[in-house]
């Protein structure tokens, strides 16, 4: 009878014997009408394994300096065959990367939507790293995640880095070399980086990313009196490296100047014109000085031999004589096999600052028009406050392309909680399905393609007594938005291009 008591009460612990969290609950956050198949949990902290891995806080038991990978510090992405998927988690200790760990998912068992035991999962490997990360992006390509990254290197200087995640390793690569002068006597400098975005590129098998660089120049004295003015030099940088770690461009990057030296450079991003073989890559930025707030975009060839890009235009600027204040903010460039654009999220104020009403929409600039779709059915109308958008995610579909922008609501300061809608569209705009609520969750939402042209969308719950991840899952999105380069799916995106241009209005 003892032995028996005692079985059932180990039992019982291997399940439910940890520390009390407060999770979200989002295994069904995401709309069932768009998703393909049923989403799958790939790690959960409710048991003991798991838990070890990604949420040590939650144990019953937590060990002396417990460490779990943030909420934000999730992401999916896939193999390099289509039977393989990845969920990457890292954490991050002193403003540093300190671990990443990698599972590896069984792809096809996700697929078929009826895995509830995660018989999917593979395997778990650690990897170490010690790159700093005050401020990063991601990426993700077949096999690889890669992590830009801007954090100190020991003394209060910033430097760029770029992390490749391959296998069982993380490489490092230090993108700047920055030594800044001390104000002592004669010129000294003081140098800051701000990190833009980065992205994969399929066609190269390639990386690309883009960072600034304002650099600070002033005369002294004695100790740290100053003689004369300051003066301020901004200098933006798109970088290279293929997944072998090999640098497309030579590190820094190509160095690209903005309109004005002298101004402050903020959003800065950029993108490819072609979801599966750009030419071009278009840089964006933000001039924010309070004279200008003028949005900027260049492009220039994806070519290994390019040195230069073209001069910077004007693409709009905030606008507070209309009697409706319009600010104006780059997300993203993104980009389908017939039709690319520069997203602009536009914020238009009436009424008295705080308390007027707040319009947040997402403009369209197709095809490097300077003359915005405005219609794209993203907008979210039921934002009243100052309900600021994140972000906007673009893909190709064979019939046009699909777009998912994400709008944080506006119901208290701390809340977290981001609403994503999706849209899909013809090649030349028109809308297809209309822009619908694909979400209302706390946490990453990873997009990733695999190699056989499948969209598949992975997601989290949230410890958020911790602030760290809690569950993951994993499903289907889009099936099929690329049919992969052959005769007949050209013909198709001919056709429906086509199709799509006819029936415009």
């Not at 390639?206 to 660089?213: E, N």
């Not at 890009?309 to 507070?320: H, N």
């Amino acid at each position: 009878m003892k032995i028996i008591a005692s079985l059932i009460i180990l039992g019982l612990c291997a399940n439910f014997c940890y520390a009390a969290v407060t999770t979200t609950s989002q295994a069904s956050a995401m709309s069932t009408s768009w998703l393909s198949n049923t989403p799958t949990k790939v790690y959960s902290a409710a048991n003991e394994t798991d838990a070890a891995i990604w949420n040590q806080r939650a144990l019953a038991s937590p060990p002396t300096g417990a460490a779990a990978v943030g909420e934000s510090e999730v992401i999916f992405g896939p193999g390099t065959s289509n039977d393989t998927a990845y969920v990457y988690g890292f954490i991050i200790d002193d403003f540093k990367i300190s671990q990443i760990y990698k599972r590896t998912l069984n792809a096809t068992i996700v697929s078929w939507g009826n895995d509830t035991n995660m018989a999917s999962v593979v395997k778990d490997d650690s990897i170490s790293s010690t790159t700093p990360a005050e401020y990063y992006r991601t990426a993700v390509g077949p096999g690889y995640l890669a992590i830009l990254s801007i954090g100190t290197d020991g003394t209060s200087t910033k430097q760029a880095y770029l992390n490749l995640v391959s296998g069982t390793t993380a490489t490092e690569y230090k993108l700047t070399s920055v030594s800044d002068i001390a104000c002592t006597t004669g010129a000294s400098t003081t140098t800051d980086l701000k990190i833009g975005n980065i992205w994969y590129d399929k066609e190269s098998g390639a990386f690309f990313y883009t960072y600034s660089k304002s650099v600070t120049s002033k005369t002294c004295t004695s100790g740290s009196t100053v003689a004369g003015s300051e003066t301020v030099a901004n200098t933006i940088y798109l970088g290279g490296h293929y997944a072998n770690g090999t640098a497309y461009w030579a590190a820094p990057g190509l160095s690209l100047t903005p309109v004005a030296a002298d101004h402050s450079i903020g959003s800065l991003t950029a993108g490819g014109d072609n979801w599966l073989n750009a030419t071009n890559i278009y840089v964006v930025y933000k001039d924010t000085s309070s004279s200008s707030n003028t949005i900027y975009f260049t492009k220039l060839s994806k070519k290994t031999t390019t040195t230069s890009a073209e001069t910077f235009t004007a693409l709009v600027t905030d606008d507070a004589t209309t009697g409706a204040t319009k600010d104006y903010i780059p997300l993203s460039v993104w980009a389908s096999a017939h039709t690319f654009g520069i997203a602009v999220y536009c914020m238009t104020q009436t009424g008295t600052t705080g308390t007027g009403t707040y319009e947040p929409v997402l403009w369209n600039y197709l095809n490097g028009n300077t003359t915005a779709i405005t219609h794209s059915g993203l907008s979210y109308t039921e934002v009243t406050g100052e309900g600021g958008m994140f972000s906007l995610s673009g893909w190709m579909l064979n019939t046009g392309y699909t777009l998912v922008g994400s709008w944080g609501t506006p119901t208290t300061a701390t809340d977290s909680v981001v609403i994503h809608k999706i849209g899909t569209f013809f090649a030349n705009g028109t809308a297809n399905q209309t822009g619908s609520t694909l979400a209302s969750i706390r946490g990453p939402v990873s997009y990733y393609e695999d190699g056989n042209g499948t969209m598949w969308v992975g997601w989290t719950d949230v410890d958020t007594d911790n602030s760290a991840t809690y569950a993951g899952y994993l499903a289907i999105l889009q099936n099929q938005i690329n049919a992969g380069a052959n005769t007949l799916s050209t013909v198709l995106a001919f056709v429906a291009l086509f199709l799509a241009s006819i029936f415009a209005f």
